[in-house]
């Protein structure tokens, strides 16, 4: 377990805190596309890292990310006009591009020179796999952008969810390299069935196993750490494991094994100490996925339905998620649709920022204890160095790849690499 004092350091991420600071130097996702959909559309708040910013498209169809207060008297720039190719304040007709400049002073008689001189805060943006992706550290250690894995080239089908989650973002990052819990929280989403392995029917992710007790291995590495979960499969367990080899990648990524439709990835993002946006997203490159309106419905994640404009869950903790006990007389494990919430529901009980010193830990924890320790481990390093964790190289990123299948129990899950998995997958 924990001390209170490496939990503290682990989820702070607001003004000096560490982890922020160590986040701040990894490309991060600010929000999704959509959320800025078309030139001159209305702006968007977005709160990373406890800082509040405002997104928006200008009249060319460029993003930009500035600080939400004007630098003139601190109003918000969220309320602002979004027009000819700038974000203008209402308080006083200051107005800003995207790259922060100062364009525009209607308060201020002209030829005082005051506009070349006033700069907004703004941050470096990239559009890329459905996402407004920013820079928030020094320019001067800015790392070049590179595809997410969830997105390697410009044509991938992404399909995305996103839910504002009421708790720390460690909570949520725990919860997607946990493979012991979904053979229960989530048993009713993923059953067991007579498949070769994960399959997506439309209405839930079938498995080949009813253990629910994995055996699990984990293996560091510089960019975080991999591990597999093995069960006992339905068929030929006396010659083959029932294998799911899961990447956590620094900060917050998790490569969850993925379905015979579609990838899956998720994202925890801090939006504070005490709150984080979750992305899950349902990824393919090499065919067509499943269509985002459809992957929201499948989740539980539909905006108007079961998420208000500002991305929260409608059934939250004040009206028990949602619960029906009666669908649980009648056969649902937890009575709460959509496999996200269960695990927001589960997140958001430990509170805000669950305490880890108090937690009775068992075998099954042992992604998590990884995942606890490699983050505590980077970020006091960070502390004395000034250096965030190394990433992969371009040889390395192939080999980091999500995997589910059937494999011999005379095989060592940690020699499929990226190409051997696709090739033990297409075998099956």
């Not at 939400?68 to 309320?79: G, V, W």
């Not at 080239?153 to 819990?181: L, M, R, Y």
């Not at 059953?191 to 007790?213: E, F, I, L, N, Y």
């Not at 059937?406 to 690499?417: F, G, N």
Request: proline share 7%.
């Amino acid at each position: 377990m924990l001390t209170a004092e490496e939990n503290e350091l682990l989820t702070r991420v607001t003004g000096d805190a560490p982890m922020g600071q160590m986040m701040r130097r990894f490309w991060l996702a600010a929000c999704m596309l959509e959320e800025i959909p078309e030139p001159d559309c209305d702006p968007v708040r977005v709160r990373i890292l406890g800082e509040d910013l405002v997104a928006f498209r200008d009249s060319d169809g460029r993003p930009g990310l500035l600080e939400e207060k004007c630098p003139h008297r601190r109003a918000s720039l969220f309320y602002g006009r979004n027009e000819e190719c700038g974000l203008r304040c209402l308080y006083h007709g200051w107005k800003f591009d995207v790259d922060g400049n100062c364009t525009d002073m209607s308060s201020e008689p002209p030829g005082t020179g005051l506009v070349e001189k006033v700069k907004a805060k703004a941050y470096p943006v990239k559009e890329w796999g459905g996402f407004l992706w920013t820079y928030m550290g020094e320019p001067a250690t800015m790392p070049e952008f590179k595809p997410p894995f969830f997105a390697p080239t410009p044509q991938t089908n992404v399909a995305i969810f996103k839910v504002v989650v009421n708790c720390n973002w460690a909570q949520g990052v725990e919860g997607a390299i946990d493979s012991a819990h979904s053979s229960s929280l989530h048993s009713t989403d993923m059953p067991p069935a007579m498949v070769g392995g994960s399959t997506a029917t439309g209405t839930a992710w079938q498995r080949p196993s009813t253990d629910k007790s994995p055996r699990l291995q984990v293996q560091p590495t510089h960019y975080g750490f991999n591990y597999a979960a093995i069960r006992r499969p339905i068929k030929n367990a006396n010659t083959h494991d029932y294998v799911r080899i899961t990447h956590f990648v620094a900060p917050h990524h998790v490569l969850i094994p993925p379905n015979n439709v579609y990838n899956v990835s998720q994202m925890n993002v801090p939006v504070d100490d005490e709150h984080h946006a979750l992305y899950i997203l349902a990824w393919q490159d090499k065919g067509p996925g499943v269509d985002q309106e459809a992957w929201r419905k499948f989740t539980g994640t539909q905006l108007g339905i079961d998420l208000d404009k500002t991305y929260r869950k409608i059934d939250n903790i004040g009206n028990n998620f949602g619960q029906d006990r009666q669908a649980m007389k009648l056969g649902s494990f937890t009575g709460i649709r959509g496999f996200p919430n269960q695990d927001i529901a589960m997140w958001e009980t430990m509170g805000a920022i669950g305490e880890r010193e108090k937690e009775i830990l068992a075998a099954s924890d042992q992604a998590v204890v990884e995942f606890r320790r490699s983050m505590v481990v980077f970020v006091q390093e960070f502390m004395k160095t000034g250096e965030p964790p190394a990433q992969f190289s371009d040889e390395e990123r192939a080999s980091v790849a999500a995997f589910e299948g059937m494999v011999a129990k005379d095989a060592d899950w940690r020699d499929l690499s990226g190409a051997k998995r696709e090739s033990a997958r297409a075998a099956e």
